[in-house]
């Protein structure tokens, strides 16, 4: 696996720490998911779960997408999969889903979340809430980084199941 992340400064401001993580947990989903072939992208873990290292790469676009667009910006864009029809489509539409396409968005996404997360204090407030409560653009990075670290870490037994590549 090819790894060209930036590892985090152990010293920096608030801000600077953040994005650094951020940034750092987003690269490594590509690296776990680098010199794969489509198939095996899509390859499921274990039944009965429909994880795979394509449906991670669809959620996270789809969790870029509604923190910082819809919540932090409060832009009125669609979501990207048939939630109403099947609340897990990003993971369980892969099978017909191009990957050339899902990495696309995946990456536009993350443009557009540090576009917007660049022009906004960390301690700004979502104009749209979240399950009924107001969230902070602080919170929003947080919650970004764990959820980035969580799904990471089931690309990290993914990867190795697939073809036994391990790494941080």
Same mark, same amino acid.
């Given at each position: 696996?090819?790894?060209? /992340?930036?590892?985090?400064?152990?010293?920096?401001?608030? *801000?600077?720490?953040?994005?650094?993580? =951020?940034?750092?947990? *987003?690269?490594?989903?590509? &690296?776990?998911?680098?010199?794969?072939?489509?198939?095996? =992208?899509?390859? /499921?873990?274990?039944?009965? %779960? %429909?994880?795979? =290292? =394509? #449906?991670? &790469?669809?959620?996270?676009?789809?969790?870029? +997408?509604?923190?910082? +667009?819809?919540?932090?910006?409060?832009?009125?864009?669609?979501?990207?999969?048939?939630?109403? !029809?099947?609340?897990?489509?990003?993971?369980?539409?892969?099978?017909?889903?191009?990957?050339? !396409?899902?990495?696309? @968005?995946? *990456?536009?996404? @993350?443009?557009?979340? +540090?576009?917007?997360?660049?022009? &906004?204090?960390?301690?700004?407030? #979502?104009?749209?809430?979240?399950?009924?409560?107001?969230?902070?653009?602080?919170?929003?990075? &947080?919650?970004? @980084? !764990?959820?980035?670290?969580?799904?990471? #870490?089931?690309?990290?037994?993914? +990867?190795?199941?697939?073809?036994?590549?391990? #790494? !941080?």
């Amino acid at each position: 696996m090819t790894d060209d /992340r930036v590892s985090p400064a152990f010293i920096a401001d608030e *801000r600077a720490m953040l994005d650094s993580w =951020l940034d750092w947990h *987003r690269e490594t989903l590509a &690296v776990k998911c680098a010199g794969l072939p489509e198939e095996r =992208l899509r390859e /499921r873990s274990v039944p009965p %779960s %429909s994880l795979s =290292l =394509l #449906g991670l &790469v669809r959620h996270m676009a789809h969790v870029e +997408r509604v923190w910082f +667009r819809r919540v932090l910006d409060g832009e009125d864009v669609p979501l990207l999969y048939s939630k109403a !029809e099947d609340p897990d489509s990003d993971f369980n539409d892969v099978d017909t889903a191009s990957v050339e !396409e899902a990495f696309a @968005i995946w *990456r536009a996404e @993350i443009e557009v979340a +540090r576009e917007i997360s660049a022009r &906004v204090p960390l301690d700004a407030v #979502g104009r749209q809430q979240r399950h009924g409560q107001d969230v902070s653009h602080r919170w929003i990075l &947080v919650h970004m @980084i !764990e959820e980035y670290a969580r799904h990471n #870490g089931h690309a990290d037994l993914l +990867r190795e199941r697939l073809d036994g590549a391990v #790494g !941080e």
